[in-house]
């Protein structure tokens, strides 16, 4: 179905329209707002307020101007950032020791083995650095997409996620030099 | 396209394709072909995206349902939940809905007909009430002289 359509309807209060918007972009965004925080009861509260600002909200989202997944995209992001500066978990962009102690991540949430390790490093990288990187090699969303998500130019997008990328090849090298 | 911008693209990007820039990924898969040295560079930059790969989350289960089942409800329909916890049509809803005025108008009705009556319990007449006040008042009946 249309998903403009679904989109009045659900603005209009119509929950089976607002259901179906659920079912659709429920498990990309889970999958980000997981790879965010490393905690599945964080994660959850987000996901969930995610969702329901689409149910409050909705009417403030524009078809024209951008992909529902995006908007949604950009108010979890915001609601992680958020999170993480009230809780003063923020990762500085200008960190330069890429191995800091990061909170204990849930098993739940990733497959055995290596998974861990890449879990515990993306921790490690800044927020927003975290963020490019997962929604354009996980996520799918364009360069274009994600920079508007963040807020920044497609260039500061690449330098984000080039020094993102940097700083993971090299927490995971020292990772498997100490095993 | 250049070696330059082809390392950027790796650097950024990572050796998915899909997710090189799209205006950019033609001219970059020409050149992976035609350039040995893209080809080296793409073994070196691998290794990173295959360890990411491995990072799979899931959607916890029933978190859809949990979504539904907090929605704000709106003002009226916490009223009538309140009022008939255990309606199971909606159609019903309007029609409690539109009724609920008459129901009140009934309860203050009932409320203010108190006044109406004396204490023992028998409904005064307006009529009657005048003529007795005009009964008890002196000044009708003008100064007497004796």
């Known amino acids: ?179 | 396209m250049n070696i330059t911008r082809f390392q950027q693209l790796l650097d950024a990007y990572g050796t998915r394709e899909k997710n090189w820039p799209e205006e950019e990924r033609e001219a970059a898969l020409a050149l992976l072909r035609s350039d040995a040295e893209c080809v080296s560079l793409m073994q070196h930059y691998r290794s990173l995206d295959e360890q990411l790969d491995d990072y799979v989350t899931r959607t916890p289960p029933g978190l859809g349902q949990k979504i539904l089942n907090q929605l704000p409800v709106p003002l009226i329909d916490q009223i009538i939940g309140w009022l008939i916890p255990d309606v199971s049509s909606q159609i019903w809803r309007p029609a409690i809905a539109g009724s609920l005025p008459l129901i009140l108008g009934m309860i203050i009705g009932a409320s203010t007909m108190g006044s109406f009556l004396d204490d023992t319990g028998t409904e005064n007449n307006w009529d009657e009430e005048i003529y007795l006040f005009a009964l008890d008042d002196t000044s009708l009946m003008g100064s007497v002289d004796e």
Not at chain 1, 57 to 62: E, Q, S, V
Request: proline share 3%; net charge negative.
């Open chain 1, 1 to 179: 179905m249309d998903e403009a359509n679904l989109i009045r309807r659900s603005v209009g209060g119509d929950k089976s329209a607002y259901q179906l918007l659920v079912e659709h972009h429920l498990p990309p965004l889970s999958n980000y707002v997981m790879r965010m925080m490393a905690n599945a009861a964080e994660a959850d509260d987000i996901i969930q307020e995610t969702f329901i600002r689409l149910w409050t909200h909705g009417h403030k989202y524009n078809h024209g101007s951008a992909k529902l997944t995006t908007w949604l995209h950009n108010i979890a992001h915001n609601l992680c950032i958020d999170y993480f500066r009230k809780n003063d978990r923020l990762v500085p962009e200008s960190a330069d020791q890429p191995d800091q102690e990061t909170s204990g991540p849930e098993e739940d949430y990733i497959q055995q083995g290596m998974a861990m390790d890449i879990q515990t490093a993306m921790m490690t990288i800044p927020e927003r650095q975290r963020s490019a990187i997962i929604m354009c090699h996980y996520q799918g969303l364009s360069n274009k997409d994600t920079a508007t998500v963040l807020g920044v130019s497609v260039d500061a997008l690449e330098s984000l996620m080039a020094r993102g990328r940097r700083k993971l090849r090299h927490n995971l090298s020292t990772n498997w030099q100490e095993q």
